[in-house]
């Protein structure tokens, strides 16, 4: 399994980008590269997942390097409600799945 | 959006009673998950299923713990016997069939032995 490695911490104010990085020197080639945020008493909650290149939906942006050792998720113009816990995660989800393993996520705390 | 339920969403129980917590997947999903979060701590895998059957458990998983489908569409996690350390957030979540697709999960139970 991939072990992932995330910085512990981050803050930013309303209307900044904030990008997370997140290492994953030993992904496999099924793998996909998932992120999840977290608040408080609530379940994960998916936010992107890509396999390679860059990735946009309608709250995020998911850059991932020719070599996906490594992925960056930047989330446009940030609000206070986006202070929580983002998690990635690396896996090859269902299918042919395997048990997926949480790190300790980055916690982000946004101020006004 | 289809999303996975829990219920409920929050047990109080004695310490050596049996709490079953249940979780009700995605309707199309084929595959199953328990996870839990001790307060403070990360999202710790237990168990996935698939197919009526348990495909991978973590260590903690051991003999306490049982994961059943009683029928199509409810997804149960029994603790027999609790203890106090048992006391977390539990997360259902589910995913789809094809590769890559990502896990949905509910808003967890929080279970609390007293």
């Known amino acids: 399994l991939a072990k992932t490695t995330q910085p512990i911490s981050m803050d930013s104010y309303e209307g900044q980008e904030v990008n997370i990085t997140c290492s994953h020197n030993n992904i496999a080639t099924n793998d996909y590269i998932t992120w999840y945020q977290q608040f408080p008493s609530q379940g994960p909650r998916f936010i992107i997942q890509?396999?390679?290149t860059k990735v946009t939906n309608e709250v995020a942006s998911l850059f991932i390097p020719a070599d996906r050792k490594s992925s960056t998720l930047s989330l446009p113009r940030v609000s206070l409600s986006d202070t929580a816990v983002y998690y990635c995660l690396v896996g090859d989800m269902g299918g042919n799945t395997d048990k997926l393993i949480f790190g300790t996520g980055t916690r982000l705390q946004v101020f006004p | 959006e289809p999303e996975v339920t829990q219920t409920p969403s929050h047990q109080v129980t004695q310490m050596g009673q049996e709490v079953i917590l249940r979780c009700v997947p995605i309707s199309n999903h084929l595959y199953f998950y328990w996870y839990r979060q001790i307060l403070g701590q990360k999202v710790e895998f237990l168990v996935s299923?698939?197919?009526?059957?348990?495909?991978?458990k973590s260590e903690i998983f051991d003999d306490q713990f049982s994961v059943e489908r009683p029928d199509g569409s409810n997804f149960t996690l029994k603790i027999r016997s609790t203890k106090l350390e048992d006391s977390a957030m539990y997360f259902c979540a589910s995913s789809g069939s094809t590769t890559g697709s990502p896990l949905h999960f509910g808003n967890g139970t929080r279970l609390t032995v007293t």
């Open positions: 299923f698939y197919n009526n059957e348990i495909s991978e």
């Open positions: 890509g396999y390679k």
